[in-house]
Structure formats: structure tokens, C-alpha cells
């Protein structure tokens, strides 16, 4: 257990910094638990995550906007995706920047199609930092001071290892579910 320990005083704020260019909730989750455990250091795990939360959604929505064929090729069995992330932007308009920091699921997707259209980048990239800064503070001060509850809340799924997969089908099943009925093509009578 101190070798983990040790590794994660090591690399984890590297780990921090590359998870969270594609999202990060969960490492600064655990980075903020680390932080309580006293670990890591909580103020640079959310630096860290906030500049790599901001850089990574402006590489999204950079290289959907100038390298278009090159996403559309790997996105095409995602474009019901697409187009659901274009009706919740027309639905909760420059919110859904905030709004998809929190949400698994539109994380990158919402990039994407922002870069897809014609938002106006530069009001994307202030959105975005700022959003990037709320999403930090939320997530990482409150997994800091809700670190015992979490250290307790670990400490009975590794008792139990059964929960952890349990947890995770219900979870991973149930934003599936979401995303196929959202993206379904609707039959007209």
C-alpha cells in the first residue's frame, strides 16, 4: 500500500494532467481524497486539472472545427450523438458548457459539436476556463472536504469487492440506456 502511495506522489499529478484532458471527475475526485489523506497537494491537483480541463476541450472544439474530415471519419456511428448534443445546445444554449463539465457522457461530445458549427471560439474559450474553474472548485474542494466520508465509502467496497462492478453496470448501463433512447429515430405515424 505505500508503494501506491508512493507512485502517486510520483506521477499522479501526471496521471491527473492527461485524465483530465478528456474529462478528469474521477481523477480529481480521488485527487482531492489524496489531498485529504495528505498525499498530494490540493491547490496544484486543481491547478493542474483546471488547465488541463480547459486545454482539453479547446483542442476538441479546435480540431472539430479546422480538421473536420478528420473527426467526421471517427465519429460516424456517433452522429445521433452529434445531433443530440446540437439539441441540447440549442435547448440550454452557452449553459451547456458548464452544464456538460458535470455530465459523463456529453463531455466530449459538446466540444465537438460546438466545433462543428459556427459558435464564436473566442466566447467558447472564456466560457470554457470559466467553466473549467467552477467545475474544479465543485469537484475538487468537494471531494477534499468530503474526504472521509469517501475514504469510509472505499474502505467498505474493498471489504466487499462485489460493489465496485455492481456500481459501475448499474451505472455505465444506465447512461447507455439514456443515450440510445435519446439518439433513437423516432418513428413517424
Known amino acids: 500500500m505505500e508503494d501506491t502511495f508512493s507512485n502517486l506522489e510520483t506521477y499522479g499529478y501526471i496521471g491527473l494532467f492527461l485524465y483530465s484532458l478528456g474529462g478528469g471527475f474521477v481523477a480529481l475526485l480521488g485527487a482531492g481524497v489524496l489531498s485529504y489523506m495528505g498525499k498530494m497537494d490540493l491547490a496544484t491537483s486543481m491547478s493542474i486539472a483546471f488547465i488541463a480541463n480547459a486545454i482539453g476541450d479547446i483542442l476538441l472544439v479546435y480540431l472539430a472545427r479546422y480538421q473536420k474530415s478528420m473527426m467526421m471519419e471517427g465519429l460516424g456511428k456517433h452522429r445521433r450523438k452529434l445531433a443530440l448534443a446540437h439539441v441540447y445546445m440549442k435547448k440550454y444554449g452557452s449553459w451547456i458548457i458548464l452544464i456538460q463539465k458535470f455530465v459523463y457522457g456529453i463531455k466530449t461530445l459538446i466540444p465537438i459539436a460546438i466545433g462543428l458549427t459556427k459558435y464564436d471560439f473566442k466566447k467558447f474559450i472564456v466560457l470554457n476556463i470559466g467553466s ?51 439518439t433513437k429515430k423516432k418513428v413517424k405515424k
Request: hydrophobic share 55%; no cysteine.
Open 132 to 182: 473549467s474553474a467552477i467545475w474544479v472548485v465543485v469537484v475538487g474542494l468537494g471531494s477534499y472536504y468530503s474526504g472521509s466520508v469517501l475514504v469510509k465509502l472505499a474502505t467498505s467496497v474493498s471489504d466487499k469487492p462485489w460493489i465496485a462492478p455492481v456500481i459501475l453496470v448499474v451505472l455505465g448501463g444506465g447512461l447507455w440506456l439514456y443515450m440510445e433512447q435519446a
